[in-house]
T-cell receptor, first 109, second 115 residues
Framework: DAKTTQPPSMDCAEGRAANLPCNHSTISGNEYVYWYRQIHSQGPQYIIH???NNETNEMASLIITEDRKSSTLILPHATLRDTAVYYC??????????FGTGTRLQVFP | GEEVAQTPKHLVRGEGQKAKLYCAPI?????VFWYQQVLKNEFKFLIS????????ETGMPKERFSAKCLPNSPCSLEIQATKLEDSAVYFCASSQLGATNEKLFFGSGTQLSVL
C-alpha cells in the first residue's frame, strides 16, 4: 500500500463544505484511493473511491490531483452527523485495505 | 441480508478463557475480512477469506487465533487462552469481489473485554 498522510484533526462549521486532504505521494499507477469513516465506535463506513478521475456520489466528492500524489474528500454541506474519523487509504495491498490514523473531523453548530 | 451481522456485541472473558466471535456476511458476498481495533486506534488487519478459503492470513497471531468460514454458517474468529492485550473491538467486513475497486461493508463489531 502507498503510505498516506492526513492531518490528525479538523474542524468545520455546520452547513459549510468540509475539505479533507490526503497525501499519497508513493501511490502507483494502478492503486485506487479509498475513503472510509468511523462514526463514534461504529464499524467503518465506505464513502467513495477513485483511480484517476474525480468522483462524486450522494455522500461526497473525491478530487484526485493529476499526478495522483494527493486527493481531497469534500463533504459539500457538513452536518453534525458527519463528525467522525475519516480514513484515506491508497491501494489495496494483496487485496486488503490498510487503515492509517485518519483525520478526526469535528463539525460544530 | 443487507447488513454484516456480528455477534455477540459484547463479550467478557477472564484471562485464559476462550472467546469466539461470529460474522454473517452480506448474502452474495464472497470475501470476508477481520480487523482488530484496540482503544479506538488503528485497525489491524487479521485475516481474509474468499468463500471458505483463507485468502490472506498475514495479520493473524499464529499461536492463539484461528478463523473459519464454512458453507452455510457464519464465519468465526476464535481466540484460545485470551490475554489482556486481546481486549479490542473486532470488526468483520464483507465484499463481493475482494478489496480492490470494491466497497467493503463493515459490521458493528464485537467488543471483547478480557479481565
Amino acid at each position: 500500500d502507498a503510505k498516506t498522510t492526513q492531518p490528525p484533526s479538523m474542524d468545520c462549521a455546520e452547513g459549510r463544505a468540509a475539505n479533507l486532504p490526503c497525501n499519497h505521494s508513493t501511490i502507483s499507477g494502478n492503486e485506487y484511493v479509498y475513503w472510509y469513516r468511523q462514526i463514534h465506535s461504529q464499524g467503518p463506513q465506505y464513502i467513495i473511491h477513485g483511480l484517476k478521475n474525480n468522483e462524486t456520489n450522494e455522500m461526497a466528492s473525491l478530487i484526485i490531483t493529476e499526478d495522483r500524489k494527493s486527493s481531497t474528500l469534500i463533504l459539500p454541506h457538513a452536518t453534525l452527523r458527519d463528525t467522525a474519523v475519516y480514513y484515506c487509504i491508497a491501494g489495496a495491498e494483496t487485496d486488503k485495505l490498510i487503515f492509517g490514523t485518519g483525520t478526526r473531523l469535528q463539525v460544530f453548530p | 441480508g443487507e447488513e454484516v451481522a456480528q455477534t455477540p456485541k459484547h463479550l467478557v472473558r477472564g484471562e485464559g478463557q476462550k472467546a469466539k466471535l461470529y460474522c454473517a456476511p452480506i448474502k452474495g458476498h464472497s470475501y470476508v475480512f477481520w480487523y482488530q481495533q484496540v482503544l479506538k486506534n488503528e485497525f489491524k488487519f487479521l485475516i481474509s477469506f474468499q468463500n471458505e478459503n483463507v485468502f490472506d492470513e498475514t495479520g493473524m497471531p499464529k499461536e492463539r487465533f484461528s478463523a473459519k468460514c464454512l458453507p452455510n454458517s457464519p464465519c468465526s474468529l476464535e481466540i484460545q487462552a485470551t490475554k489482556l492485550e486481546d481486549s479490542a473491538v473486532y470488526f468483520c467486513a464483507s465484499s463481493q469481489l475482494g478489496a480492490t475497486n470494491e466497497k467493503l461493508f463493515f459490521g458493528s463489531g464485537t467488543q471483547l473485554s478480557v479481565l
